[in-house]
């Protein structure tokens, strides 16, 4: 399982930037990437701003990180642990149904 978990992540992060990244550095020195960034990784301060970095920057959403690091770390609850399962489940459809080039 935490194989499985470490190839998705791998992978989503890999696509996560998409084309427009492939070519070019990612933006740095732009203060609302690193806010997305931040985002991305602690889940915390996202408010209002998911869309964005969905949008302009083609982030995922910070679910997938949470639940990678509580696989390492404990889950509060039974609840909280197949809320994960849910969530990774979805993305592990959505790279299989996923364009391979």
Avoid: H
């Avoid at 399962?85 to 993305?91: K, R, V």
């Amino acid at each position: 399982m935490k194989s499985a978990l470490a190839v998705l992540l791998l992978s989503s992060a890999c696509c996560a930037a998409g084309p427009s990244f492939a070519a070019e550095e990612p933006p740095f020195d732009d203060p609302m990437f690193r806010r997305c960034v931040t985002w991305l990784m602690t889940g915390e301060r996202g408010a209002f701003i998911d869309n964005l970095c969905l949008e302009e920057y083609d982030l995922p959403s910070p679910a997938m990180f949470i639940c990678a690091r509580k696989v390492r770390l404990g889950f509060k609850s039974k609840t909280d642990q197949q809320a994960c399962a849910i969530i990774l489940e979805e993305e592990i459809k959505k790279v299989k149904a996923g364009y391979v080039k």
